[in-house]
């Protein structure tokens, strides 16, 4: 929750560059194809679908993303708001 709160503020319809897409802010060039550009799409997703309501592929992405050896470094929103700090604020009453 750290993540979406410092990459989209929760928006899921941010495209907040013109690479960085949805609630996670995913990169085109590495994780989804934008049809603009080159991209490796490594999540095998439209960019655009990342834009919509149904959270279930960016999701997916994100778990995709994790698992890479940058895993949660791949967002630099990430390194300098999340990690190592205490996150209990954004998952208390879940």
Not at 6 to 26: C, K, M, W
Request: proline share 2%; hydrophobic share 30%; glycine share 8%.
């Amino acid at each position: 929750m750290c993540l979406v709160h410092y990459a989209s503020y929760y928006d899921h319809t941010l495209n907040r560059s013109p690479s960085e897409y949805g609630i996670f802010q995913v990169n085109s060039y590495w994780w989804c194809a934008d049809g603009h550009s080159f991209s490796h799409n490594l999540c095998g997703v439209s960019c655009d679908d990342l834009l919509d309501r149904d959270l279930r592929d960016d999701v997916n992405c994100l778990r995709r993303i994790v698992r890479d050896p940058n895993g949660l470094g791949a967002w630099s929103v990430w390194t300098k708001n999340c990690k190592g700090k205490n996150l209990y604020s954004y998952t208390t009453g879940c």
